[in-house]
């Protein structure tokens, strides 16, 4: 179809996908009634002008179309207003020509006439197309829903005097999204990610790259005219050396500087995936967003627009309830949907928060037991666990999202409250090229770990172990520990009493990494590994230190994920035996608790609901290493049961600890009498306490 | 049909390297070790602010003999680097001879040069071979 000049075919392609993006944000615009007086005539402009080239360039079919967007368009100035019901039809001409363009080369009749339909001018086509009423709604909502207060624009003129729209919050003008796509062809739905290697960068930005660089080149003449005069001028000397310190952190500051972009460049398709899915699910949303200006690294912008993209489309059709449920819970039938930048210690915090329906009291629960929600609906699969992704209404791809923001050094957050909405937070890098790092040195050989993800940093002292998974106390709270060299599988020395140890924060998790030595924090050149490791797992890239070496830098999440591994295969090697114990009770909720904390800390849990079932049990399981038992219970009462295992003599030695909401003198007394190893009152339920008692007890063995 | 390579020596055996394929030869300096990356990787090397993988030559090919490298060869296939550690290099030479056909899959083939046999290594295969599977 076409001979043309690969540049002059790439070009032809990023001025028109630019235009396709100006389009559909004017069309949004329009519909959302915040579009410029003018809209009409800049739609019309661009509608003409990709039919033109089209044409010129040999893409027929994507020239039909814009034609036929043209005329309407013509109709449409002349009225001085777009006609309400246009926005589906031109967004699905949109997405044809972009189609076209890149050598599809369907029938533009289908769209054209979809086009003509929707203006009225040629009567409307058989009900096809995705965007058909919903059959499980016969009171189909009006498409495109109307906006909630305002009038259809019956008015020539802008119904509200605020076509200057002091305040555009994420809606850039017309101007802005012009030079911020000129800079990041964000084209969503094109297929032209061709060229990831070439970025267009502001004139702004070399020049005073140049700027820099024509002060160094003078300054390495001063250095020059100072070196041959002698080192009589000493202090003259030090002097210049120190502005050439400045130059370079200028130098490397405005190569930064080319390589970020403000979230801005990135959030044209948003507003329209937003605006797709309410139209999908038969829902009413808007999109707000505030702090679009946040720069941040273009590598990192690239990968992340599809991400948020995701969420938003989550929000929308997870969390935004429909118009009537939203009446019912006395809220407006259009739901909000807020996408908001802001920076966040060294790291931007990209939050998308919705006001609907909010997970459910179950997955909170689950959320609190596991530490933190992002664990439940993050988890692989999560969503399509049937019957929980109804009631949770999140989690379709988080998981995948998570690891996308993980790969990059950053992480996720959920919050939610049921009834209220929920918010999803992307913690992500500003930059790939530069980081914080704690530096630290295990087995000789220096590693860095992102500052961001580091919580604190300590000598260990005493380490409890339990079913090979060593943890620590630390201030009362219990965090698992790892050997760096353990973690990421490389060589070093058996560890020193007292090692330093460093907190990391990663994937909702806690975990201290040990290692020989600290080195203390950096700012370092992020250099990859190179496309021949691009799929070794762990790391980040890496730093070269001032003395010339290099530093592996850790990711974060992955050594969190190593410690379960790590802990399961020193397990499975010293699984000559996991220890057996018997949890005790009547009340189901008492027996899950001890069972999970135990068998959290690495013990094999049976259980028993009584005195009764307790004797079974310990007769078919010789095994058995201790046993842990409320007192009072249904057929068999804890002391009883006592008293049966030491009347026995394959069992007289076994462990047997009470947990007891009885706490009398008295009642330790008849415990410690039938022969009880310790005694736990319920009121002072302490799940550490219980663990230490439990791991004492087994030792002893 | 002529042919440019760089001449090596791994584990007492002479290979050659297609020049188009050679960026640099370089000292073997300090490679510090990659946990978790394949055996065959060394490690990763500071070549002049830029990182770069190490990978022996000898595990790569499966030699058995004493080793030591010395140095590397840095050679590039589409974008992708890697610096093979081995003991010598010993010089560039044209090979015009057509190599004998080689069961070795890094192996373009073998030429006879005066008296030395000459193994002729395939880089993009090497680079398959060194590269880490996905998780």
């Given at each position: 179809m076409n001979d043309i000049d690969p540049q002059l075919l790439q070009i032809f392609r990023e001025e028109t996908s630019e235009r396709l993006d100006r389009i559909v944000d004017l069309v949004l615009a329009t519909e959302a009634g915040?579009?410029?007086?003018d809209s009409v005539d800049a739609l019309f402009r661009d509608a003409h002008s990709i039919k033109g080239n089209a044409g010129m360039v040999g893409f027929p079919a994507a020239a039909t179309i814009a034609g036929a967007m043209e005329d309407i368009l013509e109709d449409a100035r002349e009225h001085g207003a777009l006609p309400p019901g246009l926005t589906t039809a031109l967004l699905s001409a949109t997405d044809a020509i972009r189609r076209s363009i890149q050598g599809?080369?369907?029938?533009?009749a289908a769209t054209v006439a979809e086009l003509r339909a929707a203006a009225g001018t040629e009567p409307a086509p058989a009900?096809?197309?995705?965007?058909?009423?919903?059959?499980?709604?016969?009171?189909?909502?009006?498409?495109?829903?109307?906006?909630?207060?305002e009038p259809p624009d019956?008015?020539?003129?802008?119904?509200?005097?605020?076509?200057?729209?002091?305040?555009p919050p994420g809606q850039p003008s017309p101007a802005a999204v012009a030079e911020l796509t000129a800079a990041a062809?964000?084209?969503?739905?094109?297929?032209?990610?061709?060229?990831?290697t070439s970025v267009r960068v502001g004139t702004a930005k070399i020049d005073r790259l140049l700027d820099v660089v024509g002060e160094t080149v003078l300054h390495r003449r001063r250095l020059d005219h100072l070196l041959r005069r002698g080192n009589e001028d000493e202090e003259r000397l030090e002097e210049e050396l120190g502005s050439g310190d400045i130059l370079l952190a200028d130098l490397q500051d405005s190569v930064i500087q080319m390589r970020t972009l403000p979230l801005s460049s990135i959030i044209g398709p948003f507003p329209r995936a937003v605006r797709d899915m309410a139209a999908e699910t038969g829902k009413q949303a808007k999109l707000e967003m505030h702090g679009t200006e946040t720069q941040l690294d273009r590598v990192i912008l690239d990968g992340v627009s599809e991400t948020i993209v995701h969420v938003l489309r989550n929000a929308v059709s997870h969390g935004i309830e429909t118009p009537e449920q939203r009446a019912a819970a006395g809220k407006a039938p259009e739901g909000t949907v807020e996408l908001r930048a802001e920076p966040r210690g060294g790291l931007v915090a990209i939050t998308v928060s919705d006001?609907?329906?909010?997970?459910?009291t179950e997955i909170q629960e689950r959320g609190r037991r596991a530490g933190s929600l992002v664990e439940v609906l993050a988890e692989p699969g999560f969503s399509t666990a049937g019957r929980v992704s109804d009631l949770s209404?999140?989690?379709?791809?988080l998981d995948a999202v998570k690891r996308h923001v993980e790969s990059l050094g950053g992480g996720m957050e959920i919050a939610s409250e049921p009834g209220r909405g929920t918010a999803v937070t992307l913690l992500l890098p500003?930059?790939?090229?530069?980081m914080e790092l704690l530096l630290v040195e295990r087995g000789g050989q220096p590693f860095g770990l992102p500052l961001p993800s580091v919580v604190e940093a300590f000598a260990i002292d005493t380490v409890t172990t339990l079913g090979g998974r060593p943890s620590i106390d630390l201030r009362g709270s219990t965090v698992a520990l790892i050997d760096l060299a353990e973690a990421i599988g490389a060589a070093g020395e058996e560890l020193a009493p007292r090692s330093p140890a460093v907190v990391v924060s990663a994937a909702g998790q806690r975990m201290a990494v040990v290692c020989d030595r600290l080195l203390g924090d950096q700012e370092a050149v992020v250099k990859t590994l190179g496309p021949l490791l691009a799929?070794?797992?762990?790391?980040l890239g890496a730093a070269i230190l001032g003395d010339g070496r290099v530093a592996l830098i850790l990711e974060p999440s992955f050594l969190v994920r190593r410690r379960a591994a790590v802990a399961a295969a020193r397990a499975r090697e010293e699984a000559s035996h996991v220890s057996r114990v018997l949890v005790v009770d009547d009340q189901f909720t008492v027996r899950e608790l001890q069972r999970r904390i135990l068998e959290g800390a690495g013990y094999e849990v049976l259980t028993a609901a009584n005195g009764v079932e307790a004797l079974e049990v310990i007769t078919r399981e010789p095994e058995l290493e201790l046993v842990v038992t409320d007192?009072?219970?249904?057929?068999?009462d804890g002391l009883t049961l006592l008293q049966h295992i030491r009347g026995e003599p394959d069992t007289d030695t076994l462990p047997v600890v009470i947990v007891s909401s009885r706490a009398g003198e008295e009642d330790r007394r008849r415990g410690a009498e039938a022969g009880a190893d310790a005694y736990v009152v319920k009121a002072e339920f302490d799940q550490r306490a219980l663990l230490e008692t439990v791991g004492r007890l087994i030792e002893r063995r | 049909m002529s042919s440019t390579h760089v001449r090596a020596v791994v584990a007492g055996e002479t290979y050659g390297l297609p020049i188009e394929h050679v960026t640099e030869v370089a000292e073997l300096g300090e490679v510090t070790p990659l946990p978790?990356?394949?055996?065959?990787?060394?490690g990763v090397r500071n070549l002049r602010g830029s990182v770069v993988p190490v990978a022996s030559l000898a595990v790569l090919l499966g030699l058995s003999g004493d080793h030591s490298p010395q140095r590397l060869i840095v050679t590039e296939d589409d974008g992708r680097r890697l610096a093979l550690a081995v003991e010598d290099v010993t010089d560039v030479t044209d090979i015009d001879a057509e190599p004998e056909p080689s069961?070795?899959?890094?192996?373009?083939g073998a030429v006879l040069v005066d008296g030395v046999l000459i193994g002729l290594l395939d880089i993009r295969a090497l680079m398959s071979a060194a590269s880490p599977r996905g998780r």
């Open positions: 915040t579009a410029p007086a599809d080369d369907g029938d533009p009900p096809n197309g995705p965007r058909a009423p919903g059959a499980g709604s016969p009171a189909a909502i009006p498409e495109p829903p109307p906006p909630d207060l019956t008015d020539p003129e802008p119904p509200h005097p605020e076509p200057p729209h002091p305040e062809p964000p084209s969503s739905s094109s297929l032209s990610g061709a060229s990831p006001d609907g329906r909010g997970v459910s209404g999140r989690g379709v791809g500003l930059t790939l090229a530069l799929d070794l797992p762990g790391y007192i009072e219970m249904p057929e068999m | 978790g990356a394949p055996s065959v990787i060394m069961e070795s899959p890094l192996l373009h």
